[in-house]
Every structure is written in C-alpha cells, then in structure tokens.
C-alpha cells in the first residue's frame, strides 16, 4: 500500500456534510486517518465565503492515475461547481503526495504545486504528521507557519470516521 495524502476543502453548501461524505467515500478507497478541521480565508477572489479544509492520509493501492479519477468522481458526486479560477467550491480533493513520487504530466503533478506555500494544506498535514518532509523540506520548519491565517474549527473527530 502507498501512503498518499489529500486535501480537502469547501466553501458552497454545506460545507461540514459535504467534507464528512468525502471523508466517508475516501475511507472506501482504504484505512485514513483524518487532520482537524480548520477555517480559512480565500486564497482568490475575497468576493467569496471562508473555506472549510481538512486534509487525509490514505492507504491505497491505487495508481496515482485511478486515484485521482476517484477524486474527481467524488467531487462530481458532491455536485462540485467551480465557477471561476480559484473561485468558491462545493468539493475540491487535492492529491498532494503520493508515496515518494514525483509524478509531472498533463493531469497531475505531484507534490502538489502549492502545498509549501499554503498553510490551509500545511497546518491539516502537520496534524497527522508533525515530521512530514516534502521536497527535502521539513514542514513544520517553513516559516509560513509563523503567522497562521487559518483557525481551528474541531479538534475532534469532525468526520466521524
């Protein structure tokens, strides 16, 4: 199995039910572990409600490929609308890394691009592993965590997993 790791976010609808049906639904694909569950602003158009994130490990056999076919099909399934660029969102899962792999083609790069600069993705990561490196970087080292523009929401089990 590969350790892979997600991120999730919402800001359209019920953002809460619609990360916890992701959650459940990713859970089908193999055993996760689940990050709290943060507040943030929007990184593109401030015109548009805060942002709920999360972010999971899962175990998969799965090729990088099927699972993000997984992913866009969950995303489907929560009636994901993207209206615009970086614009507000029902479902959006990020594959973020996938094993040590780094993986560049038409329609996926891992690492994920921003995963170094975002601490909507950064913070969920650290949760479920406070020793993660990516890119040779030791996450919680890099100094966008300093100043946080995020803030818990649920250090419990939100997801009920």
Do not use: C
């Amino acid at each position: 199995m590969i350790k892979t790791y997600i991120g999730l976010g919402s800001n359209l609808g019920d953002s809460l039910q619609i990360l916890t049906e992701a959650v459940h639904k990713l859970a089908t694909l193999g055993p996760l572990q689940v990050s709290q569950l943060y507040q943030s602003p929007p990184m593109g158009p401030q015109d548009q409600p805060n942002y709920l994130n999360a972010a999971v490990q899962l175990q998969t056999d799965l090729a990088p490929l099927a699972l993000l076919d997984e992913l866009q099909r969950f995303e489907q399934e929560s009636g994901r609308v993207r209206l615009r660029h970086w614009g507000e969102r029902t479902l959006d899962l990020d594959l973020l890394i996938y094993g040590d792999e780094q993986i560049q083609n038409e329609r996926l790069t891992v690492p994920h691009v921003g995963v170094l600069e975002r601490d909507f993705v950064l913070r969920p990561l650290l949760d479920i592993d406070p020793n993660l490196v990516i890119k040779g970087q030791l996450l919680k080292s890099l100094a966008i965590l300093d100043n946080p523009n995020l803030t818990v929401l649920d250090a419990g089990n939100w997801a009920n997993i």
